[in-house]
């Protein structure tokens, strides 16, 4: 396949871009096999760079001899380009449509992208898992599949003892299976199941159902269409934001994440999670309890060797996940936003503990953008397994590279940040758990009095650490190299 | 004291609302003012003070095994649970606390006894630091447009209006009095706000006496003479807050609204702003979800949204917006009123003043604020607070409400507010608490009969000496936000409207952030200026150093020490943090032991004039534990804080106690 077959008009002229809370801009219009460029007429500034990957959804309404296009981003943004020309505009769309949609991995944007300030090889190899697991001491985190039990209830010797050589005599630990017992029950006529307290006697089980596939990508889907209804009156929205359920999914999975810190913690007992698969609310549960338990996780760093440990080297199916966002018309096949769900917990987390993660609400917005479109190849694939068949990590960048050059960390920083070795136990109560505005509404709300606050807050405490010491002390050694400065 | 029958209970169980493993022992003492209960255990004797006049409510439920159940919640939204062993006991406490919480006469207020020993001088001074005249000179009137008129010199034409009301020049005595009969209550158009970048005016007034078809020639000479002194405009609008359907009832009992027929070069409109009982009972509905034991997130969403209580603040805020843009905007003058025009026109006049002038966003311009729309235009403080026992159709949260509005705006205004989230609390605190005489009676007239500046004490003065508690560490007087006024998003913006945990759930501190941005943001500032200031120490020292050539090392080294001091502070402040039962749904926080006055001996509890009543969170049950890990929560046994294992159909499953 060549993309030049896919893009059936590569530019058009006069092309009104608009985008909520900006002046309208015209320009030329240029479709790449990777982008959308729009640049303004007369300098050709460059006014629009659109990862065409990052379009969820296209809808276009002809009007005359032209067209509007309304293209839905996968990170939530909306545009309009009005174009002129009937046939140009059906072009584009379909142009986009076809782009947006080539799923073949080799074939996106990761594969093509040489920025020449970073190497191929940087960031892939920075998280050695043994250096983690030398940390741990006596009560150990597991995660897991079900077990395959079945209708016949199979045994597996070697299952049994496995998690039998876990715990010493007399000691005990926890399941935690993120479905219901009705389901891992149900489970069991599809080859699937749940541990039998006879053949694991040392193991308690606890069901904490989690919301996972389709109703998930829905609830994504129900808020952000709420969010971004205008017609909502006052007393609708709040009816709105609950019936789709996203914060009841919040909690539920901050509650969770809970539950496996305190047996770790307070009841000092090993935990093994697991759901069905244990690529989803497995991970979803490990990682976050790891967040409240370990302060190393809350770190630019070690929430970065989390991920990389807990979501895509344990093989959460980023590409299947991610393939949508919450706008897509198309017919939903595996999508469901659990990275987003877990994104937003840590958000919560921040909230609520505003000293105690070393990165801020920044970070979390980058990694739900390049989880569902990116220039990197870190989210791509779906298991280590393809990305090895797909030689990712030889041919595209790590986003880790790119987030660690001193200039662009800075901007995730966390300037309240300072070392908290305790466990921060979250309050779940509905009273403590918002909204977050910051992802749902970063292209609807106006941010620029928050951005502002958030500029104060910096200006302070950059006030406070640097310029007032350093020029104390500057204008003291200079003072007293020079003698004669000041004396007049 | 003639109504206390048990001034001492022993063996009385504090709950904890939300845990029934918190709950404390301790000794319930009654006094003429609090209600005081001092938990047992010798190393902390943790004391939870309630002054009577924020007793709202006071419920005793069925004895049970284990004694008699008193439920007291307060108008400040603290809710206590206590036990009584015996039912005799507790019916005297009850009976006591129903009078108590229920004073007849204005003498048996707290303010009457509170004695924070100043001098009289002080006080007199303390009374002087919000002065409205000065304020309205501040604004720019009197001037060629405005004057001060007389004619309510001895509250003769209208009792619930201050002696001294600013009224457009043009207006002469016969016009002033004429208009004031076609009024409810008198209450004739005055100025409200002023704004001398264009001579627009925010005037108020109650609703026209108009009926279904009468005129008043002198009130349509008065609106007239509001519009002439605006030069610049040829109409002004005429705001009638309530909805419209209200309004049209009001025309049968002879009241009503303006007909845009008989006012010359008016602009009529309804902004619909529900009335006192709607209200009433909206708060009602929304401290009932508040209360919820383990509600779920849709439990509390939808009951929320039931409330209508956002819908209302929303109503409010929207009024303010509309008012601030047509004075700053379009430069037209606007009158508003609602029935009395001592309700929701105080809140809409006091939002848009606060949107239109930054200086309303200062700690002292916020008190001249209340003081100017609420205190001296006849805010009923004593009916809608019930401060004294009265008509409960006549209390609303009218002043709550503007309160939450303020703080809705700080939400979306970060670097806006000179003050910060304590101080809007503290203020409710005293509205309530009748400490200070600043809120008690209807009227200005009833205030200085009762010779209230003589006798008691001003929050103002109170509050200002503790100033340095309620500063917003992200306020800059020349910040962008404070140039002007504020522009809050009107569509869409529902989201913007958050629920207020802060003052709702105020002393339930385990649903708050575990760490104050506000305290921290605080202590930086402070540190950074105390920098500062020992550079310029410094700088002196080093002219006079170089002068004498002699070297001096010890200062920069203690700056250093001081830095670390900071951080040590920062991190103590993020340990405070327990978990909570997560382990079943339907419980939930631990510890949130009363604590305070730990210093406190026993003798100090009983004296009246006790200096630390003051502070309203004092009566918290605020979590200060030192932030180590909360034992108490870990039960070797695994106790109630295990997880307890579902108990499925599944045979496989076992109560992991038993084994």
């Known amino acids: 396949m ?30 790449t096999s990777h982008h959308l460029l729009l640049s303004s007429c007369p300098g050709g500034d460059v006014e629009l760079w659109l990862l065409i990957r990052n379009v969820d959804a296209v809808e276009k309404r002809l009007t005359g001899s032209s067209g509007t296009i309304t293209l839905r981003c996968k990170d939530l943004k909306v545009l309009q380009l009005e174009i002129p020309g009937m046939e140009e505009c059906l072009n584009i769309a379909s142009s986009i449509e076809a782009l947006s949609s080539v799923d073949s991995v080799m074939m996106m944007y990761p594969f093509f992208y040489r920025p020449p300030s970073l190497k191929l090889e940087e960031g892939w190899h920075q998280f050695p898992l043994e250096q983690y697991f030398q940390q741990i001491s006596s009560q150990v985190m597991l995660r897991s599949s079900q077990p395959l039990t079945g209708p016949n209830r199979r045994r597996c010797r070697e299952d049994e003892t496995l998690l039998g050589t876990i715990l010493d005599e007399g000691e005990r630990g926890f399941i935690i299976d993120t479905r219901s017992a009705q389901a891992a029950k149900q489970a069991r006529m599809t080859g699937g199941g749940t541990e039998p307290k006879s053949s694991y006697p040392q193991w308690r089980r606890l069901h904490r159902p989690l919301e996972r596939g389709r109703p998930l990508q829905e609830s994504f889907a129900k808020l952000v269409e709420a969010c971004s209804d205008p017609s909502l009156s006052m007393d609708r929205w709040l009816g709105r934001l609950e019936s789709s359920r996203w914060l009841s999914h919040v909690k539920a999975a901050l509650s969770t994440a809970c539950l496996a810190a305190q047996c770790m913690d307070r009841e000092e007992a090993t ?60 017919r939903l096949k595996q999508e469901a936003p659990l990275f987003l769900l877990f994104l937003d917990c840590v958000w919560q987390l921040s909230r609520q503990f505003p000293f105690s993660l070393e990165f801020g609400e920044r970070l979390l917005l980058s990694l739900f953008d390049n989880a569902y479109a990116s220039a990197y190849g870190t989210f791509l694939c779906n298991n280590e397994k393809e990305r090895s068949l797909c030689k990712v990590k030889e041919s595209t960048h790590s986003l880790w590279a790119w987030l660690n050059r001193p200039e662009e960390q800075q901007k995730l920083l966390n300037p309240l940040y300072s070392h908290n070795a305790l466990v921060i136990w979250p309050s779940v109560e509905p009273q403590s758990i918002q909204l977050w505005q910051g992802l749902f509404l970063r292209w609807i709300r106006p941010s620029q009095h928050l951005d502002e606050a958030w500029a104060e807050i910096q200006r302070l405490v950059e006030e406070n650490n640097a310029p007032a010491k350093e020029s104390t002390g500057n204008r003291l050694s200079q003072s007293l190299s020079d003698p004669t400065a000041g004396v007049s | 004291m003639e109504h206390i029958r048990m001034p001492k209970v022993e063996n009385v169980r504090l709950l ?8 404390v022992l301790g000794t319930l003492y009654l006094t003429a003012t609090h209600v005081i209960f001092v938990e047992n255990g010798s190393e902390t004797r943790k004391e939870t003070w309630v002054l009577h006049s924020q ?110 009301v600013y009224v457009p020049k043009s207006a002469t005595a016969h016009i002033i009095v004429g208009s004031s ?64 359907l209200n309004a049209m009832a009001n025309r049968a009992a002879g009241k009503g609204y303006e007909n845009e027929d008989n006012y010359s070069n008016i602009k009529f409109q309804f902004i619909g702003i529900e009335n006192i009982h709607v209200m009433r009972n909206s708060l009602q509905k929304m401290l009932e979800v508040c209360e919820l034991k383990s509600p779920s997130m849709s439990d509390f969403l939808w009951g929320l949204e039931n409330s209508g209580w956002l ?66 235009f006849g805010h009923k403080f004593n009916h809608r607070y019930g401060n004294l026992d009265g008509d409960p159709k006549e209390i609303s949260p009218v002043i709550d409400q503007f309160i939450e509005c303020v703080w809705q705006l700080m939400e979306q205004f970060p670097c806006a507010f000179e003050f910060n989230e304590r101080f809007l609390i503290h203020i409710q605190h005293h509205i309530y608490s009748c400490q200070f005489g600043n809120f008690l009676c209807n009227s200005q007239k ?150 305070q006055g730990d210093e406190e001996d026993s003798a100090l509890i009983l004296t009246q004039d006790n200096l630390k009543s003051s502070d309203p969170d004092l009566s918290a049950n605020s979590d200060q534990e030192s932030g180590v890990e909360d034992l108490s929560c870990r039960s070797p046994s695994g106790g109630g804080c295990l997880p307890s294992e579902d108990s499925g159909k599944d045979s496989d499953e076992a109560v992991f106690l038993a084994g």
């Not at chain 2, 904890?16 to 709950?23: E, F, M, N, Q, Y």
Request: glycine residues 4%.
């Open chain 1, 271 to 330: 935990v093994l999670v697991h759901g069905a698969e244990g690529t989803d609310t497995t991970l979803l549960v490990t990682a976050l309890a790891q967040v409240i338990l370990d302060p190393s996780c809350r770190t630019l760093a070690g929430f970065q060797g989390l991920l990389e440990r807990e979501w895509i080297q344990a093989g959460h199916p980023f590409h299947l996940r991610c393939a949508h966002s919450a706008y897509s018309h198309a």
């Open chain 1, 2 to 31: 060549e993309f030049s077959e896919l893009i059936k008009t590569a530019t058009v002229e006069n092309v009104l871009l608009s985008c909520a809370g900006l002046p309208a801009v015209r320009g030329t219009l240029c479709i």
């Open chain 2, 55 to 164: 007793i709202s409510s006071i419920e005793k439920q069925a004895t049970t095994a284990t004694g008699c159940p008193l439920l007291i919640r307060c108008k400040n939204f603290q809710v206590i649970q206590l036990v009584i062993p015996q039912e005799r006991d507790c019916h005297d406490i009850y009976i006591s606390l129903i009078r108590l919480a229920r004073p007849v006469k204005y003498e048996e207020l707290y303010c009457f006894s509170f004695n924070p020993k100043l001098d009289k001088e002080e006080r007199e001074q303390g009374w002087k630091l919000v002065d409205l005249n000065e304020e309205y000179n501040r604004m720019g009137v009197p001037n060629n447009y405005w004057q001060i008129c007389d004619v309510n010199r001895d509250y003769g034409v209208c009792d619930s209006y201050p002696t001294e």
């Open chain 2, 16 to 23: 904890d609302r939300l845990s029934s493993r918190k709950a």
């Open chain 2, 311 to 376: 819908k209302h603040i929303k109503a409010i805020m929207d009024a303010g917006i509309f008012i601030a843009k047509a004075v700053a905007e379009e430069g037209v003058s606007v009158l508003v009123h609602c029935s009395d025009g001592w309700d929701r026109t105080a809140q809409v006049c006091s939002v848009a003043s606060l949107l239109l002038d930054p200086y309303y966003r200062t700690m002292k311009g916020f008190m001249v604020l209340i003081e100017k729309d609420w205190v001296s």
């Open chain 2, 181 to 244: 009969k076609f009024r409810s209550r008198r209450r004739f158009p005055a100025l409200s706000y002023y704004c001398k970048g264009n001579n627009a005016s925010i005037c108020r007034s109650s609703q026209p006496l108009s009926g279904f078809s009468a005129r008043c020639l002198e009130d349509e000479q008065m609106l007239q003479a509001i519009r002439k002194a605006n030069p610049g405009s040829d109409f002004i609008y005429v705001v009638d807050t309530r909805p419209k």
């Open chain 2, 446 to 595: 009833e205030r200085r009969e009762l010779k209230i500046q003589e006798r008691t004490y001003s929050l103002w003065a109170h509050l200002w000496k503790n100033r340095a508690d309620y500063l917003n560490p992200l306020y800059r007087s020349d910040h962008s936000q404070n140039q002007g006024t504020l522009h809050p998003q009107i569509a869409p913006c529902n989201f913007l409207y958050k629920f207020w945990s802060g003052m709702y759930n105020r002393f339930e501190k385990g649903l708050h952030p575990r760490q104050s941005v506000t305290d921290y943001l605080m202590a930086v500032k402070e540190e950074t200026q105390q920098l500062e200031e020992e550079l310029e120490v410094l700088g002196e020292r080093l002219a006079n150093l170089q002068k004498s050539q002699l070297g001096d090392n010890k200062v920069k080294s203690k700056q250093q020490d001081r830095s670390k001091q900071l951080r040590l502070s920062t991190s103590n402040n993020s340990l405070a943090n327990t978990p909570q039962e997560y382990s079943n749904d339907l419980k939930s926080f631990p510890s949130r032991s009363p604590s």
